[in-house]
């Protein structure tokens, strides 16, 4: 089984600063791998697939990168509704998904 | 905009039984790979299984920690999902969501909610 682990666990960060999320494969995925936010009492949201295209409608502060097995989530600059959890996940075989463990992160 | 809506969830003793659904109107779940993935209560996302739409053989698969305990079906005539999950442990406990997306989860429901306990 692939496994995804993700750094920091959480990062504090204020308004209009500039976030860097890591998520690393325990083995290469090519750039099979998605970012989701997920805000308090609510159902995650696809933000990133395929490592670095956004999905429509997201904002363009978000941007992923990566291929193998380190990838990045980037938030430009920060705002108010940004603040919540990150996770990524792998679809590298097409049998067996993960998702990493979440970054939260939240305002300093 | 589909709408995935989950159903079924509530609270069962270890060892039972529960069956949960997943309801879109307007989405044609035989054309589309549909996933199961659970949180339990203030922890990560996990997945659960998946069920292929039709076209790529309808097969399924599961985690590790739910193989051989859910079944993964779908009605065609109702265009429901179903999860079925036996021999329910504690560590069971979460929200359930209904995804669909191959590979990845591009729509989700809201969750229902299993709570497995004595």
């Known amino acids: 089984e692939i496994v995804l682990t993700q750094s920091p666990a959480t990062l504090s960060l204020s308004p209009g600063e500039r976030a860097t999320l890591s998520c690393r494969a325990s083995q290469s995925i090519s750039s099979n791998l998605a970012w989701y936010q997920q805000k308090p009492g609510q159902a995650p949201r696809l933000l990133i697939y395929d490592a670095s295209n956004r999905v429509t409608g997201i904002p363009a502060r978000f941007s992923g990168s990566g291929s193998g097995t380190d990838f990045t989530l980037t938030i430009s600059s920060l705002e108010p509704e940004d603040f919540a959890v990150y996770y990524c996940q792998q679809r590298s075989n097409d049998r067996v998904f993960t998702f990493g463990p979440g970054t939260k992160v939240d305002i300093k | 905009e589909v709408q995935l809506v989950e159903s079924g969830g509530g609270l069962v003793k270890p060892g039972g039984s529960l069956r949960l659904s997943c309801a879109a109107p307007g989405l044609t779940f035989s054309n589309a790979w549909m996933s199961w993935i659970r949180q339990a209560p203030g922890k990560g996302l996990e997945w659960v299984g998946r069920i292929k739409k039709k076209s790529d053989g309808g097969t399924t698969d599961y985690a590790a920690p739910v193989k051989g305990r859910f079944t993964i079906s779908r009605d065609v005539s109702t265009n429901t999902v179903y999860v079925q999950m036996n021999s329910l442990k504690t560590e069971d406990t979460g929200i359930y969501y209904c995804?669909?997306?191959?590979?990845?989860?591009?729509?989700w429901g809201k969750g229902t909610t299993v709570t497995v306990s004595s």
């Open positions: 995804t669909t997306g191959v590979g990845y989860m591009d729509v």
